[in-house]
T-cell receptor, first 111, second 116 residues
Framework: SQQGEEDPQALSIQEGENATMNCSYK?????LQWYRQNSGRGLVHLIL?????REKHSGRLRVTLDTSKKSSSLLITASRAADTASYFC???????????FGQGTRLTINP | GAVVSQHPSRVICKSGTSVKIECRSL??????MFWYRQFPKKSLMLMAT?????????EQGVEKDKFLINHASLTLSTLTVTSAHPEDSSFYIC????????????FGPGTRLTVL
């Protein structure tokens, strides 16, 4: 079963605002990754954070990881209409070379 | 960056026929390839993991005889949906890993299968 839970399931904000999405997981992980998916398209890898890291930045993206709470957040600052997509977290579980995906957050940026 | 392609991007077939989907790593050797299935507005569900030259490892609940996976080379894996039925209609996505860099997976663009 999917171990990642994401909230909110859907988020709608105005262009220019910040968007925050959260992900929780259940077991020990090697790393946690965030992906974006535009409707009907493949996945685009956004950022990977290792289990021994707490925060990572990439452009307008900021990811945090709290292994004690088994949770992660993805912050998109100064959102743009082009950021409209579904965002998924995925965890690489310790001892298993596979990713387990969360349910995803559908983000809509209103112009 | 690493590029993974899938072919076809979209396929419509009649119930009872078999459909083959190809996944290729274009600029790197993929020691491991993964096949996922995604229902509309849902998450990706891992179907199976395949290593070049060996049998695929299927996730619980995935029928091996229904979804045949072949990983014949370090750049090609195929998924064959046998005797397809309308409930097999879905978005199938593959990914490939070179085994380096924290097992990072590179995803293909997906194949939309519609079974009539």
């Amino acid at each position: 079963s999917q171990q990642g839970e994401e909230d909110p399931q859907a988020l709608s904000i105005q262009e220019g605002e910040n968007a925050t999405m959260n992900c929780s997981y259940k077991t020990s992980i090697n790393n946690l990754q965030w992906y974006r998916q535009n409707s009907g398209r493949g996945l685009v890898h956004l950022i990977l954070i290792r289990s021994n890291e707490r925060e990572k930045h990439s452009g307008r993206l900021r990811v945090t990881l709290d292994t004690s709470k088994k949770s992660s957040s993805l912050l998109i600052t100064a959102s743009r209409a082009a950021d409209t997509a579904s965002y998924f977290c995925a965890t690489e579980i310790q001892g298993a070379q596979k990713l387990v995906f969360g349910q995803g957050t559908r983000l809509t940026i209103n112009p | 960056g690493a590029v993974v392609s899938q072919h076809p991007s979209r396929v419509i077939c009649k119930s009872g026929t078999s459909v083959k989907i190809e996944c290729r790593s274009l600029d790197f050797q993929a020691t491991t390839m993964f096949w996922y299935r995604q229902f509309p507005k849902k998450s990706l569900m891992l179907m199976a993991t395949s290593n070049e030259g060996s049998k695929a490892t299927y996730e619980q609940g995935v029928e091996k005889d229904k979804f045949l996976i072949n990983h014949a080379s370090l750049t090609l894996s195929t998924l064959t949906v046998t005797s397809a039925h309308p409930e097999d209609s879905s978005f199938y996505i593959c990914s490939a890993s070179s085994g380096l860099s924290y097992n990072e997976q590179f995803f293909g663009p997906g194949t939309r299968l519609t079974v009539l």
